[in-house]
């Protein structure tokens, strides 16, 4: 069993930057794929960022590419989310999940999330 807890949401002018963390427990979190996740109000959840259990392959979505960092350092089971360049449209609550080999799921773990508010 794979337990997730972001941390690093706030408050931000636009143009600023935070770093969320996905803490994991649970042995086998070394070996699956992790995805960050968004969902801002009235809207549906989407994966922003993805990458594979050895962080050979990332996925970003278009709204994000060259603002956003996914990495991950699996000795401390956990996964980063390394925002830059923020912007008010990537307000939202952000979720990291975990689950499968290949690079983006399927995921069986949620995190609770982490809001992020990006003033303009």
């Known amino acids: 069993q794979v337990q997730l807890v972001e941390s690093g949401g706030g408050l931000v002018q636009a143009g600023g930057s935070l770093r969320l963390s996905c803490a994991a427990s649970?042995?086998?979190?070394?070996?699956?794929?992790v995805g960050w996740f968004r969902q801002a109000p009235g809207k549906e959840r989407e994966c922003v960022a993805a990458?594979?259990?050895?962080?050979?392959?990332?996925f970003y979505a278009d709204s994000v590419k060259g603002r956003f960092t996914i990495s991950r350092d699996n000795s401390e089971n956990t996964v980063y989310l390394q925002m830059n360049n923020l912007k008010p449209e990537d307000t939202g609550v952000y979720y990291c999940?975990?689950?499968?080999?290949?690079?983006?799921?399927?995921?069986?773990?949620w995190g609770q999330g982490t809001q992020v508010t990006v003033s303009s």
């Open positions: 649970g042995r086998t979190f070394g070996r699956i794929g």
């Open positions: 990458i594979s259990w050895n962080g050979g392959n990332t």
């Open positions: 999940a975990a689950g499968g080999a290949g690079l983006l799921g399927p995921y069986d773990h």
